[in-house]
């Protein structure tokens, strides 16, 4: 977590938010303290400011700091305004009934993956994705198939941003050997995780691209080795592309235009 630089008070405040969310729990100041890069009053204003916006809550009883609900409300309009959810979910329904597992609907964040929907078939599997998590992109799916078209210097940017930590021991471990994926994700029209991120777990993702070819996220089918070989997996690569076209389709004049957004011009 760490702020851009240049970006004041807005980007330290963002950074703090950041910070008590990572915990999972309300949280004391002195948590949040330990290892913020603020000294203890520019924090300690922080949060009371933050607080004054309902941005967090503070109980009073415990004298712990949780998100708060304006953060909730904020949350709810991005995934109905900016979110691919609500015009995929139809979608990812129809493909979880069609094939029987999970299925995951993700967009990328930060150069990381942001699951932002996930539908389980009648016996969900116990994984690390859920709606609203962050993911590594580099290692999973759904994050190969958008990194595979990305423009060459967003590309460069994302690379630079993966740890390459290796979670198993097929876990992809440098910038190189995953650009060779990449390419070969690029030609067949979709990716592959095979246990990359999650012992046990393998999955089938495909891109949801613009007409123009930008890149609005990713759709995925996830399942267990013990249930399905991965050449079984691949198998199922007509349908996880199928579907990843609808939602563009659908997509692309409702919510995400192909249009540049015009720059704001300063006055005054």
Known sequence: MSQTKGDGTVGKALDVLDRVAAFGRPVRFSEVLD?????KATLYRL???LANQGMLSYDETAGTYAL????VRLAHAAWQTTSL??????HIDRLAAEVGETV??????????LYIDKVNPSEPLEMFSQAGKVGPAYCTGVGKAMLAHLPAAALDRALAQQSFHRFTGRTLGDAAALRCELRTVRARGYALDREE???????????ILSRGGRVLGAVSVTSTTGRRALAEMEALAPHVT??????????QSWRFPDAAPKTLKQTG
Do not use: S
């Open 104 to 113: 995951h609907l993700a967009q990328l964040d930060n150069a990381q993956v």
């Open 242 to 251: 199928r579907v990843a076209a609808e939602i563009a389709a659908d997509a």
């Open 35 to 39: 290892g913020a890069p603020y000294p």
């Open 47 to 49: 949060i009371q400011i």
């Open 85 to 90: 959810a609500p015009v995929a979910r139809p």
């Open 197 to 207: 991120h999650e012992p046990g777990i393998h999955c089938i993702a495909a891109p």
């Open 68 to 71: 708060g609900i304006r953060l």
